[in-house]
């Protein structure tokens, strides 16, 4: 054995190790890594949320004339709640090997990493999202559903939460990750058995990513410098740690 590329393997961190113990049980190992991400990313998402809503400060207003052009937009609401899709889709995509199980906890890890530094954001720079008032204004004439829906969207989702766009961010971070994980530039080390190469889905995915960007900016959740600053992010993540772990963990696979 190598012990440079032992070395240079990529692992999970500990309190993820117990996890591939799990990996003789493919679905159960998911459903505990779907269970973390819910506790880990939205219990810290929630949490921050209230104490910037304790505070009540905003310390500056990053709209823009973009924000205002785009009109509040009810229906974009359905839009806007794919986002809980993609983690879900990211697991389907992922090979069902022990391999696969390490990629997946891999990306955990990035989507808690980019997590707490958005939050560290939200904390010393927070951004009210005025604009919202527009939405507040629309919705009343909208169906009785989408008055419902909006009604517990912001009993969860403080204004406080501007820049940059976790909803952008982690959607990009996980856009990223299936393209790698369907395509052949995922499976360059031989490592994704299923690497379909079909690009037809990542058409779609990159279709339903702009949608999301637009949904954002339509139910006046966020502003437009919340957009690009999110995408910077995710896209950060993705280069500087998600995809050289990946790519390390295929060359791992193929050497093994």
């Not at 005025?130 to 989408?146: C, D, F, K, W």
């Amino acid at each position: 054995m190598n012990v440079s590329k032992t070395k240079s393997t990529p692992r999970p961190w500990p309190i993820f190790r117990p996890i591939l113990r799990l990996s003789q049980r493919v679905w159960l190992a998911r459903l505990v890594i779907l269970a973390v991400h819910l506790i880990v990313l939205g219990g810290g998402y929630r949490c921050v949320l209230r104490i910037a809503e304790a505070r009540g400060i905003s310390m500056w207003d990053s709209s823009s004339w973009i924000d205002y052009w785009i009109p509040p937009t009810p229906w974009a609401f359905w839009v806007y709640a794919t986002l809980y899709l993609y983690f879900p889709v990211t697991m389907l995509l992922t090979p069902r090997t022990r391999a696969g199980l390490r990629a997946l906890l891999l990306h955990l890890q990035a989507q808690v990493l980019l997590s707490l530094l958005t939050w560290t954001v939200f904390l010393v720079c927070p951004t009210e999202i005025h604009i919202r008032q527009q939405m507040e204004s629309a919705i009343s004439a909208s169906t009785p559903v989408l008055q419902e829906a909006y009604k517990g969207l912001y009993m969860l989702d403080a204004r406080w939460n501007a820049w940059p766009s976790l909803h952008v961010s982690l959607s990009l971070l996980m856009l990223l990750a299936c393209t790698h994980f369907t395509t052949r530039a995922g499976d360059r080390h031989g490592m994704w058995s299923r690497g379909t190469g079909d690009r037809r889905m990542i058409v779609v995915g990159t279709v339903a990513w702009v949608a999301l960007c637009w949904s954002i900016l339509a139910t006046k959740q966020h502003f437009f410098f919340d957009l690009w600053t999110g995408a910077l992010a995710g896209l950060a993540t993705w280069v500087v740690y998600l995809r050289p772990r990946l790519l390390s963990l295929g060359q791992r696979a193929q050497d093994a």
